[in-house]
């Protein structure tokens, strides 16, 4: 039947006409918001289902194909008013790990299709759409969760703030977040892991990056007045002292956000300049630009930062990038109203940052030409003027379920035998901070492109101050595809035998930065509809679904386990 729905998606748009309205909004349009105001039901409705899953990522598009296919009722509420998640948002370079570990639903969509015919975010959200309404599945759009209802250890009802509720069998958390998990009282972590809890080397604070490119190439100055500590730190530096022994410590950051730009060079919208912009926020950026050498610079611009222009999707590379550093800090735990402060602080940050790129006199004017190129799409996102709707929360809470994925399972030291899905991507985590390296100390842990010096200018050579450097960042290879636990899909029987989370799994943040990729939540989101389904068919806690016969059903739908 998946190769059915798979091929009637693609006789759909190869005639741009569906058999199905496809479900839309009915409220008018907000703008660029994460968070602003839905009237109140005027009859508040409660829904009922079999399967209530919570987000909006493609785990909730998977998820409720495969319920559904298994003679479930499932109802899909979203948060706002797009389905696809970040697939559907910009984030169109989709990264893979090793292809050949993808399968089912995630395969037909990513690899099958995805490539081959998808061209717009636009398109990949009318997909999922497609997926949904072909299968009869409503989708509830700007349905916020407020409270979460149990009976002992299990979910009764959902509440949302427009007075509509849910009743179900089975709850699923496919956000981002992890706001269903948390609402629920379900244990959960944030932030990083030492690396002592685990025996993880990557965990907790990792001062320096193990991988150059996003280090600092060439030295730069951390301080306002430069040489001088007590004129304080530029914006985008963190002065938090630290010393070596806080290597391998856990803490409560986790990696930055950013909105994956959409860019065009053709029928463009100029890069729009914040109605807050201030240039001081880019003085990080203007020192770091101007440090390169000539003869490096074009090798910067076009590879690693500070900026990965493209047609299509725009990547955060090197260590100023669009990544919002410090920007992030305080979302997992905030509330919709703080969130929306959050989130206009990124969109000020970031098309700040472009239009200072594109248009400030201190930048070198190849690179104002270069930027100046591109513009956003007048065809993409038109809710929002062209920027991208939702914002790349790269990180959130975790689950913590049985089961941990760990480091040791991504570097296949360890092997479950109750695989779910594969993952196969690098541990990878963007930079949580950059901090201030002292030169008599923390020389070693630098990666300067020192190897060259007749290019490197003489302030460059005879650098005796601090400088700026990076924590947090780490790429390290897997090896092969390593199986994922059922077991870190669900909670602990003690916290609830009817939830089931395929996005925010019960993980490290080392493991958490490689299994963290759309393909692999929507692999997990079908797995846990399957879960799901059976778990209704036996009138069982989804602790005690049988395995066999749950990778017998995976198996048949074309899921790779091993």
Request: proline share 6%; aromatic share 10%.
């Amino acid at each position: 039947m998946l190769k059915t729905i798979v091929a009637l998606l693609m006789v759909a748009f190869a005639s741009a006409s569906f058999a199905k309205e496809l479900p839309k909004p009915s409220t008018p349009n907000p703008g660029l918001r994460y968070y602003y105001p839905v009237p109140k039901e005027a009859t508040p409705k409660t829904h009922d289902f079999d399967i209530v899953i919570y987000g909006a990522s493609p785990a909730a598009v998977s998820a409720a194909c495969q319920a559904k296919k298994m003679g479930k009722t499932v109802g899909v509420f979203v948060f706002r008013r797009h389905v696809g998640g970040m697939s559907s948002s910009g984030l169109s370079d989709v990264d893979y790990g090793k292809k050949e570990s993808i399968g089912g639903m995630a395969k037909k969509v990513f690899l099958d299709f995805f490539k081959k015919q998808v061209q717009s975010p636009a398109e990949v959200e009318t997909l999922f759409l497609t997926m949904l309404t072909d299968l009869d599945i409503p989708v509830f759009f700007e349905h916020r969760l407020q409270k979460v209802e149990r009976d002992g250890n299990r979910i009764t009802k959902v509440v949302f703030e427009n007075g509509n509720a849910a009743r179900a069998k089975i709850f699923m958390d496919t956000t981002y977040e992890g706001d269903l998990i948390a609402r629920a009282g379900v244990e959960h972590v944030a932030g990083r892991e030492s690396n002592a809890e685990f025996g993880e080397k990557l965990a907790g604070i990792q001062i320096g990056a193990r991988s150059s490119p996003h280090n600092f190439q060439w030295r730069v100055d951390p301080y306002v007045e430069p040489g001088n500590s007590a004129s304080g730190v530029i914006e985008g530096v963190d002065p938090t002292p630290y010393t070596m022994e806080d290597h391998g410590k856990a803490d409560k950051r986790y990696q930055p956000f950013c909105f994956r730009v959409f860019a065009t060079k053709r029928d463009l919208i100029p890069w729009p300049k914040p109605s807050d912009y201030k240039v001081e926020r880019y003085e990080l950026l203007k020192r770091y630009v101007n440090a390169a050498p000539s003869s490096e610079w074009w090798n910067l611009i076009y590879s690693r930062g500070p900026l990965k222009l493209n047609e299509g999707d725009c990547n955060a590379a090197g260590p100023v990038s669009l990544d919002f550093v410090g920007g992030s800090p305080g979302w997992v735990d905030a509330s919709y109203e703080e969130r929306e402060r959050i989130f206009q602080d990124h969109v000020n940050y970031q098309q700040g940052y472009l239009h200072f790129l594109a248009n400030d006199p201190s930048i070198p004017v190849e690179l104002r030409q270069r930027v100046s190129q591109f513009g956003l799409p007048k065809k993409e996102f038109p809710e929002t003027s062209g920027w991208p709707h939702e914002l790349y929360v790269r990180e959130g809470r975790r689950l913590r379920g049985d089961y941990v994925l760990t480091e040791h399972d991504c570097l296949g030291k360890v092997t479950v035998e109750d695989s779910v899905g594969l993952g196969s991507f690098i541990m990878d985590s963007h930079i949580v901070r950059r901090i201030i390296y002292k030169t008599d100390k923390d020389a070693h842990i630098t990666h300067l492109r020192t190897s060259q010096p007749e290019e490197i200018n003489e302030a460059q050579r005879n650098w005796k101050g601090d400088m700026v450097g990076v924590e947090g960042q780490f790429d390290y290879a897997v090896p092969k595809p390593y199986r994922i636990s059922y077991r870190c899909l669900r909670p602990k029987k003690s916290d609830c035998v009817n939830l089931l989370v395929p996005t925010v799994i019960s993980s490290t943040h080392v493991a958490f930065g490689s299994m963290r990729m759309e393909p692999v939540f929507m692999i997990l989101g079908q797995s846990a509809g399957a879960a799901a389904a059976l778990a209704i068919d036996a009138s069982i806690p989804v602790q005690d679904v049988d395995y066999p016969k749950l990778r017998e059903v995976l198996l048949q739908e074309g899921q790779l386990l091993d």
